[in-house]
């Protein structure tokens, strides 16, 4: 079992900036690979980005490249999505999930997910 809480989403204006913290707990955490996805109202959920604990590779969807960093706190046990340049159309709730595998894009293939945080951005 994994556990996930997401926290520091909020309003912020178009430009600014926010840093989204994912805390896990739970039976081999370390072992997972984490991403990070979103959803937009009336809209499916989408992938944003996606790490390896051990391995430092990550991955990010093509919208958010150059202004999103996805990162880790070991000693921590806490993941990041560190989000820059802000956009309206980044507006939506965000997820953290944990899988097996790294590298998923798909909602499926992640096991374990948190209550989600909402980020919005004005004009």
């Known amino acids: 079992q994994v556990q996930l809480v997401e926290s520091g989403g909020g309003l912020v204006q178009a430009g600014g900036s926010l840093r989204l913290s994912c805390a896990t707990s739970?039976?081999?955490?370390?072992?997972?690979?984490m991403a990070w996805f979103r959803q937009a109202p009336g809209k499916e959920r989408e992938f944003v980005a996606a790490t390896n604990w051990s391995g430092g590779r990550t991955l990010y969807t093509d919208s958010v490249k150059g202004r999103f960093t996805i990162s880790r706190d070991n000693a921590k046990n806490t993941v990041y999505l560190q989000m820059n340049s802000l956009k309206p159309e980044d507006t939506a709730v965000y997820y953290c999930?944990?899988?097996?595998?790294?590298?998923?894009?798909?909602?499926?293939?992640?096991?374990?997910w948190g209550q989600g945080t909402q980020v919005a951005v004005s004009s």
């Open positions: 739970g039976r081999s955490v370390g072992s997972y690979s």
């Open positions: 999930a944990a899988g097996g595998q790294y590298g998923g894009v798909r909602t499926d293939d992640y096991a374990y």
